[in-house]
């Protein structure tokens, strides 16, 4: 696993650079944006820490990581939760600016789409689930060693991701701020097949890696 690690981390953050170019950019096939593969690799790298934590909250509240995860490793969760909420905002706000500074039209259309008609509303919703609420509930040391607060600031983060993907893609398909069921549905499906493949692959091992020489040191790991 640690030799795959490294290599298989940099697969991903080209492999999801280049599907926020391919999937997501080019609805909008008169836009571009050379910021636009970080700033959705930054979310989505966000994104993945919230859900790990739910994983683990949820495991060690079932008592499957009873001994194994500790306050200690809670808040190293939290801090890099942290750490990738102000990454992914501080890329979000430097591709916003840099076009709103620029002001050329074949940029600047891009957000005026995802303001207007309506669709400004779930802007401000995304805006404050994927920054202001993480940031704020973490912000403290202490609040990042407590699972309550953890799991406020990794669903906060999960919910405006799906938010965020949404603003992303229908104001090139609809003019006027819509909803629909079938976007709720088909979030529910695609998660739901993904989180059963999860737990199917989790209750086939031992979920700790009781082999590794490193073990011990991890279970007794302090920050300082």
């Not at 909250?57 to 801090?79: I, M, N, P, Q, S």
Request: with cysteine.
């Amino acid at each position: 696993m640690r030799k795959i690690t490294a290599p298989g981390l940099l697969l991903y953050a080209i492999t999801v650079t280049f599907a926020a170019f391919d999937w997501l950019m080019s609805v909008s096939p008169h836009w571009f944006s050379t910021m636009f593969g970080v700033y959705y690799f930054a979310g989505a790298f966000q994104a993945s820490l919230a859900l790990l934590i739910v994983v683990v909250l949820l495991l060690k509240r079932a008592g499957l990581l009873r001994g194994v995860v500790t306050v200690e490793h809670l808040h190293d969760l939290g801090k890099f939760l942290f750490a990738f909420t102000v990454f992914y905002a501080y890329i979000a706000y430097c591709q916003y600016f840099l076009i709103w500074y620029a002001n050329i039209p074949e940029e600047t259309f891009w957000y005026r789409e995802r303001w207007e008609h309506g669709w400004s509303k779930p802007a401000v919703v995304m805006v404050f689930t994927t920054f202001v609420i993480p940031f704020v509930v973490l912000l403290a040391r202490e609040a990042k060693r407590r699972a309550p607060t953890l799991l406020v600031g990794a669903l906060s983060v999960l919910l405006g991701r799906a938010v965020e993907i949404y603003w992303m893609i229908a104001p090139s398909l609809h003019i006027e701020a819509s909803f629909s069921w079938l976007n709720v549905t088909g979030l529910l499906g695609v998660a739901g097949l993904f989180l059963g493949t999860v737990a199917w692959r989790l209750g086939k091992g031992p979920l700790i890696p009781v082999g590794d020489p490193y073990l011990r040191k991890s279970l007794e790991h302090e920050n300082v």
